[in-house]
């Protein structure tokens, strides 16, 4: 059973910056991050396949958050520049195991708050 840590996240004013964390305690194929605000659906975020080593973004968050990772550690970053309200929401790590599953292990949510 692969075990998903996230830290990090808290409260940040709009135009602050945040960094979540996540490490993974075993091997992974992808990992990302995903958000869900009160009253809404969980969306995705950003994720970082190993085999192409390119992260991915959602055009809510393109050129203000930006993901890195370690493939060996299992570890991601998540870089979350120029917070706006909307962003409020809890996180959650995720990871694909292997190529052939979606998202099967996910951390425990980390909440971000952006206010003024």
């Known amino acids: 059973q692969l075990q998903v840590v996230e830290s990090g996240g808290g409260s940040a004013q709009p135009g602050g910056s945040l960094t979540l964390s996540c490490a993974a305690s075993g091997r992974t194929y992808a990992m990302g991050w995903f958000r869900q605000a009160p009253g809404k659906e969980r969306e995705f975020v950003a994720q970082?396949?190993?085999?192409?080593?390119?992260?991915y973004y959602s055009g809510l968050v393109k050129g203000r958050f930006t993901l890195t990772g370690d493939s060996a550690e299992n570890t991601v970053h998540l870089h979350m520049n120029n917070l706006q309200s909307e962003d409020t929401a809890v996180y959650y790590c995720?990871?694909?195991?292997?190529?052939?599953?979606?998202?099967?292990?996910w951390g425990q949510g980390t909440q971000v708050t952006v206010s003024s």
């Open positions: 970082i396949p190993w085999n192409e080593n390119k992260a």
């Open positions: 995720a990871v694909r195991s292997t190529r052939r599953v979606k998202y099967d292990y």
